[in-house]
């Protein structure tokens, strides 16, 4: 053995840095791997053991179709002072053009708070509806909200000389006291056109700060407007903002006359100064004058204000991130051109964007443990096909200024919903319809923006229209295309006694409108439970013109087979649809005629305003629109179709909602399932029977059924 062999066995054996024999190592490895090797034996026992409990499990709950609670613990925080459970009131004018405004306010108070709100909101008749609406859909933890409707109460304000840009409704803040309930002890008022970057608890903590006879907190006003005493109101100094105000109600009402006080303020100055132009601000700055000791002077960080001349930039200095509050007091608001403007204003404008979903997400509890109950089928395949029956989307109602009154007791109102990228068609069909509408748009809070400047700034056609209705329903990712619930919506928010039911993507014949008021005056629908049917044509150009008359339809459609493009709408991909109007009667009829409600027989309708809404389970693509038409049949409704109206329909490209039914079975069978289920429960609703599935709704049924088996087989 040589010495180059001897060295490798010493290496091989004996490991000096291991300090025991390499043998040794051999036998720890196998005894160790033999021991791995039982315990995962063990391991499969025991899970075999918790997948037969899971099985039983699963499947006793599929039998029983099982509502199931789940309940978390998180520490009980007691409702009290100083807690973050105390509640925090919060009040603002919302008369007028406020309700666009204020939603940007809202999230940003939102978003940094963390106690619960009580929202008391000083309406007129425009406002009320709309924030009920916004306030009921948005669905937010631990916020509740109030409603006083003072537009009665105007004419107590309206005789004080005013120039402020917002009008009467600048001076209702003095009417506060009055208007809020007497239970109400403390209360914080906001403009709004505020930006708040900080939460709103510090603003409520300051009441504790207050002395006895303080019982209003403000910041001093950031400009030098009230220095010029010869043209402005008495102020103490450069005086006080009211854009953001605490009020000790129980001090004002236990302690002062308010009424006289700003009473006796106005006619101590109005001679003089014959008006206000501040409004509120400068009476209540001349009460201050003379009272000194009934303010309580809040930190400027709290009301920084963005005015042509203000000097806020003394507050902050060079630290943005000191900035609690932001106040857009000027008449350019959003707009304004000052030092340090674009900074600020891109806050805003993330909050303008900002997904206002995410703040239905409940961040603690204020009260004892809740439970979250929820409905779970483990035999529902059509899970997602469902969420629109049961979710509320957030819905912001008349977005955009809307001034029309019911000419009379024949006026209608075309109804209809639309996603952001068929909005240049409402531009088209607004151009061939001059009555009032009502348009439920389907987008994300990025979306506003775009949809503002398009109506306002790129639309000559829709700027100038007072009588649209533009209702924003806001995106929710766990719903498809939600079209009926978008249809009503829009149905629900008309102020004629008719409606025309239509599509978007449809273009009306010249003269439609009054077309349409002299069929209703002739025939009265209402009392006879009639639905007036306007037939419904396609064209397969993009660049085609609509046909003005019935003259010049019938000439193109006459030339069909060969110059013509005009045809009846959907006779190859879905006659059924339409099939009933019939069309050939209708070429030569010069009266109304009655049709029957086919199977599947979805027409384009003119009916009173009682009519039965959508049903909403129908979302995405199909049945949407047959599903109405079936219950207006159940209901004793019967159809009549006008001879001498129509609409066309341009051609786009394809909802990924019909690309989804073409491609995806499973999406057909949904469908199947929610028409049957539909039909069950109209002829339950309606105690009467309605025909049987289709063919091909059987076919679909039956597969469903295959699919409801293996899925129960593949359960652990």
Known sequence: MNIRTKNVLSCLVLRPWLIMPFGVWIVVSVIYYWWLISRISVLESQNNVYKTQLTLSHQAMKEISVEYTTTYQVPVIPDSIGTLCETIHIALVCMGKCTRLITPMFKSLLHNRQNPLHFHMVVDNTAEHTVAVLFDTWMLPDVKYTCYNAQNRLSEVRWIPNSHYSGVYALVKLLFPDILPENLDRIIVLDSDLTFLSDVAELWRMFRNMTNEQFIGLVENESNWYYDTA?????????????????????????????????????????????????????????????????????????????????????????????????????????????????????????????????????????????????????????????????????????????????????????????????????RLVNHWEGPLSAAIYLSDCDVTKLESFTRDWSDTLSSRKNIGYHLVFKHDSVHYPVNYLRNVALDNVNTPYVFLMDVDFVPMAGLYQHLRDAIRLINPYPQKKCLVVPAFETQRYRASVPRDKAALLARLAARHGAGDVAPFRTREWPRGHRATNYTRWMTATAPYEVEWESDYEPYLVVHRSVPKYDTRFSGFGWNKVSHSVELRATGHRALVLPAAFLVHTPHAPSPDITAFRADPHYRVCLALLKQEFMDDLSRKYNMTLGGPSKSDSVYLGQAKSLLLNQAKELP
């Open 231 to 427: 043209k402005r109101w008495p102020a103490l100094g450069r005086g006080f903002n009211t854009g953001l105000m605490l009020l000790d109600l129980k001090k004002i009402r236990t302690n002062i006359d308010w009424t006289d006080l700003w009473q006796n303020a106005i006619k101590e100055n109005i001679e003089s100064l014959k008006q206000t132009t501040l409004a509120d601000q400068d009476i209540i700055n001349a009460i201050i004058k003379k009272h000194p000791n009934y303010v309580y002077k809040i930190g400027c960080q709290y009301n920084v204000q963005m005015s042509t001349k203000t000097l806020s930039k003394n507050c902050y200095r060079e630290n943005k991130n000191n900035v609690k509050v932001v106040h857009w007091n000027s008449p350019a608001k959003y707009n304004i051109k000052i030092r340090d403007a674009n900074y600020f204003r891109n806050l805003y404008q993330s909050y303008v964007n900002f997904d206002g979903n995410l703040l239905r997400e409940k961040l603690h509890t204020c009260s004892q443990n809740e439970a979250l109950t929820n409905k779970i089928n483990y035999s529902d395949l059509c899970v997602s096909f469902r969420s629109a029956q049961n979710i509320k989307l957030r819905t912001h109602l008349y977005y955009m200024d809307y001034s029309y009154n019911n000419i009379d007791d024949f006026d209608v109102t075309l109804v209809l919903q639309l996603s952001m990228d068929r909005l240049q068609f409402l531009e």
